[in-house]
């Protein structure tokens, strides 16, 4: 019914006179000559010539987007969108007039927002026939403008509403802006409206039914339809007028009406198709200004894409770079701190290995240290334990002595635990050695017992041996050492059991050859040790805490045990439960080769004791020690002579001579190998005994060098001492008859 309503419903273009020509750079142009291009448009459109007003809105956009004039680009889309609408487009026209509204929007200009506005409501109404969409956009447009009070804007507005609402039939809603329009006509409207408003008027009247109130209107809309350039409203007139004239049975007239319409029609029609013919002609460079639209498009969505990009690519490139400088502050932060740690490494290395000699140094000085104390010591306590010896086998009435016996017994308890830590010392400065000897077991055995049998006493325990008769009779190996271990361990069993019995059992485990491996268990039934303690007690200086029991130990038997076995390739084993007792196991390898144990029978000295009185010069610094060799050289009726150091035993074997010289070893100015040199030297054969607290093997390369010919450990008995000397006699005897 309203079809073409376009042209008259006031399209919103600017049609005031066209700025002069842009005389600037096509590059850059300010705004002022941009709205002067998008003027010109509007004109071009108003004109129809849709080419021209392309071309011009394209560069107007253009140039709006480069100054980013929000308001500029919003009314160039504007007028590409109204030229698509004048095409006929109306999805185009849509898609411009909305881009329009969005950059209008970013404005506060309202006087566009009513226009796009406008311009909406009428493609949404008129051209779409979706009036209620329309209807939504022409509020809005009356919204703006009202804040604007653009009255001009208000009364077209109003009048486009009350025209939608007719159109559709809602004539109460459509009444209220007539009448606006109706009051407002003479102020705010036009030549232009006067013909739709006289129209929208019969047309209200006429549904009212107040036929000749709407018949007047009619007439006076086709009378200034005829006048002026409305002529679609005009045609709209007459069709409306003729509809009331036939509603009221004037169908003469009404025909008439209706023919003034159709000839209207045609000749609108004829020029819309001359429109269109002369479209047809032009598309070929609409398609291409189109294009060129859409190119805008397209390039300022690439413009906006790529500096999207590039703002990427930028804030990429300086997390980047953040991320490398702190990747190189890191690499170099932990170069400095390597190379700080080198040098600390370095530095501590250097003070490690510095440790390390001064460690070893000072180890070897305190094994020395350890060593020589413990000589230094021996030496006095075998004063001291001989001396009460020597009381008491001159005054038999102080035999009963506590004093004397608490005496002799610290003496005693001194020396083991020296002789203990020279042990342990030895040990593990791997200077024993172990000695091949030829043995009988059960004879060691019994002597064990024998020589116990005091401890046992004293705690009411009893010694029980069992030895196994398949070992056999005759073994070979360090019999000393292996007595050493059972006496430790027998000991700690008498000492660490009550009233009870001591088991040492001795089983053959295997025979082979030449090899007979013997296991040893002492066993006890005595307080037994813990669980917890059991790895403890074979460390040196452990004693396991007995409150009630108060024993004498240095707390180094077992340490000697487990490092004596380590030398006969054995290791000890414990069992032992609390209260109950304890049991030690460990076997040990000895050779068996009776040839060889024969031959060492027969190598044995016989007693050659003859009871003779022997001439013997004594070489001793210790006054002591002197008054000891005095009385047991003397007990034997043998003849004694005592001189202090080395000078003087030369000086007197110038002048007399002795049968054998006592010869101690550690002495001040020129000590006993030294002497026995320079003896030697002097041609002087007479046999020279080493006196020493050192042991035997410790000295005996010096001692052979040095031209001794026997070593006697201090305290000696004197049965041993003469045994030494008879020999010594008998050989150089033979020795002189060869
Ligand atoms: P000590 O000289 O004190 O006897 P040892 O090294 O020989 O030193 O023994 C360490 C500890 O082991 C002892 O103090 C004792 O508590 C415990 N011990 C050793 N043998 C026995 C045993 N047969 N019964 C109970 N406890 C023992």
Request: proline share 1%.
């Amino acid at each position: 019914m309203y079809n073409g309503i376009q042209i008259i419903l006031l399209i919103l273009f600017s049609l005031n006179t066209l700025s002069s020509q842009s005389n600037t750079t096509e590059d850059m142009l300010s705004n002022k000559e941009i709205l002067g291009l998008i003027k010109q448009s509007s004109s071009f459109l108003h004109e129809y010539k849709f080419e021209n007003s392309f071309e011009i809105s394209r560069k107007a956009l253009h140039h709006a987007i480069i100054n980013k004039d929000n308001y500029l680009i919003a009314r160039s889309y504007n007028n590409i969108a109204a030229n698509y609408q004048g095409l006929a487009e109306y999805d185009k026209a849509i898609f411009y007039f909305v881009k329009g509204l969005l950059y209008a929007n970013r404005t506060n200009n309202d006087t566009i927002k009513s226009w796009l506005n406008n311009n909406l409501g009428n493609l949404y109404g008129f051209d779409k026939n979706q009036f209620s969409t329309g209807l939504k956009y022409y509020k809005k447009a009356l919204w703006h403008s009202e804040k604007t009070n653009d009255s001009a804007q208000i009364y077209v507005t109003k009048l486009n509403l009350a025209w939608a609402y007719f159109y559709i039939g809602n004539f109460e809603k459509g009444e209220p802006y007539l009448n606006f329009i109706n009051v407002q006509q003479k102020k705010f409207g036009s030549e232009k409206t006067a013909v739709a408003l006289n129209m929208l008027n019969g047309v209200f009247y006429s549904h009212k039914n107040e036929y000749n109130k709407a018949r007047s209107y009619f007439v006076k809309a086709i009378a200034l339809g005829n006048q002026g350039k409305e002529k679609q409203d005009l045609s709209y007139a007459y069709d409306e007028y003729s509809k009331l004239l036939f509603k009221i049975g004037d169908y003469k007239k009404a025909y008439e009406n209706m023919a003034a319409f159709n000839k209207l029609n045609n000749e609108l029609t004829d020029f819309k198709k001359l429109r269109k013919a002369n479209l047809e002609g032009i598309n070929l460079e609409l398609d291409e200004y189109k294009r060129k639209v859409n190119t805008i498009e397209t390039e300022k969505e690439l413009q906006y894409q790529s500096l999207k990009k590039s703002r990427i690519i930028v804030v990429l490139f300086i997390a980047a770079l953040i991320v490398l400088l702190l990747l190189l502050y890191t690499l170099y932060k932990s170069y400095r701190f390597k190379q700080k740690k080198n040098k600390e490494l370095t530095i501590t290395n250097k003070e490690l290995s510095v440790a390390k000699e001064n460690a070893e140094v000072a180890s070897l000085q305190k094994s020395q240290f350890v060593s020589t104390i413990s000589h230094e010591l021996r030496t006095p306590l075998y004063g001291v334990v001989g001396i009460t010896n020597m009381l008491l086998d001159e005054h038999k009435e102080l035999a009963n002595s506590p004093h004397l016996s608490s005496l002799k017994f610290s003496a005693r308890y001194l020396l083991s635990l020296v002789n203990d830590v020279l042990q342990i010392n030895k040990i593990e400065e791997n200077r024993i050695v172990l000695e091949n000897m030829t043995f009988n077991i059960s004879d060691e055995i019994n002597m064990i017992k024998n020589s116990l049998s005091f401890l046992a006493k004293n705690h009411d325990n009893k010694i029980n041996v069992y030895i196994d008769p398949a070992i056999p009779e005759y073994l070979i190996g360090d019999k000393l050492r292996l007595s050493q271990i059972l006496i430790n361990l027998v000991s700690n069993a008498l000492k660490f059991t009550q009233s009870g019995e001591v088991k040492i059992k001795v089983d053959l485990v295997k025979l082979e050859d030449k090899e007979c491996s013997v296991k040893f268990n002492i066993e006890d039934n005595g307080i037994g040790i813990a669980k917890e303690d059991q790895d403890k007690i074979f460390d040196t200086f452990v004693q396991i805490g007995r409150k009630e029991i108060d024993y004498q130990g240095t707390g180094l038997g077992l340490a000697i045990v487990k490092r004596l076995l380590n030398l006969f390739d054995s290791s000890i084993s414990l069992e032992s439960e609390a209260g109950k007792g304890t049991k030690f196991t460990f076997v040990i390898k000895f050779e068996h080769d009776s040839t060889k144990s024969v031959e060492m029978i027969n190598n044995i000295e016989v007693d050659l004791g003859t009871n003779q009185v022997f001439k013997i010069l004594v070489v001793e610094d210790n006054k002591i020690n002197q008054v000891i060799i005095k009385k047991i050289i003397e007990k034997q009726n043998s003849n004694c002579i005592i001189v202090n150091d080395g000078f003087a035993a030369l000086e007197i074997l110038d002048k007399d001579k002795f049968d054998v010289i006592l010869m101690d070893i550690n002495m001040p100015i020129i000590n006993g190998f030294e002497t026995t040199r320079r003896i030697r030297e002097k041609g002087i054969n007479t046999p020279v005994i080493a006196l020493t607290a050192f042991n035997k093997e410790e000295i005996s390369e010096e001692a052979i060098s040095a031209g001794f010919d026997d070593i006697i450990n201090k305290p000696f008995e004197s049965e041993a001492l003469f045994k030494s000397i008879n020999y010594l006699l008998l050989r150089q005897e033979t020795l002189s008859l060869n």
